[in-house]
């Protein structure tokens, strides 16, 4: 943890009460959803396409009371939630980023690293810290009008 306080320390302060809609599937929610916490952010939705009962009932005790959970969502439905819970990052795979881009809503491709990466363990969470606050503080949001 010695290593982890100075970056919860750095970006914390960044993006603390940044909300966030997780759509990235398997069992990856469950995975990420405290390293989010760590760094002040709240999970405002998140699901899965193919879970079990038992993936359900795991992650509800990692969730806050009123947080959306859905099961295998459409690309409608989460466009229609992001619409609705507007965001300030979205986690999903590669093929929703363009959608989220145009909406003007900062995104983190979360199912492979083709960009950035690995977010597991401690030294994960540095370059997940680092990618998180680059994707919401980006200067290019503020040249974009986001329907919201």
């Known amino acids: 943890m ?5 970056i ?39 699901g899965y396409e193919f879970a079990h009962k038992d993936d359900y009932e795991r992650t509800f005790t990692d969730l806050k009371e009123g947080t959306i959970v859905y099961d295998d969502p459409t690309a409608y439905d989460l466009e229609y939630l992001a619409g609705a819970l507007r965001p300030d990052l979205v986690g999903a795979g590669v093929k929703e980023k363009y959608v989220y881009h145009k909406m003007g809503v900062p995104f983190r491709q979360m199912h492979s690293w ?19 606050d680059m994707a919401i503080n980006s200067p290019v949001w503020s040249l974009l009008k986001s329907p919201f």
């Open 2 to 6: 010695e290593e982890i306080n100075p």
């Open 8 to 46: 919860i320390e750095k970006y914390r302060p960044r993006l603390e009460g940044k909300k966030v809609l997780l759509a990235i599937g398997g069992l990856r929610p469950r995975h990420v959803i405290g390293a989010y916490e760590d760094l002040g952010m709240e999970i405002v939705a998140t």
């Open 114 to 132: 083709d960009y950035s990466g690995p977010y597991h363990g401690f030294d994960g969470f540095k370059v997940f810290a680092r990618d998180m």
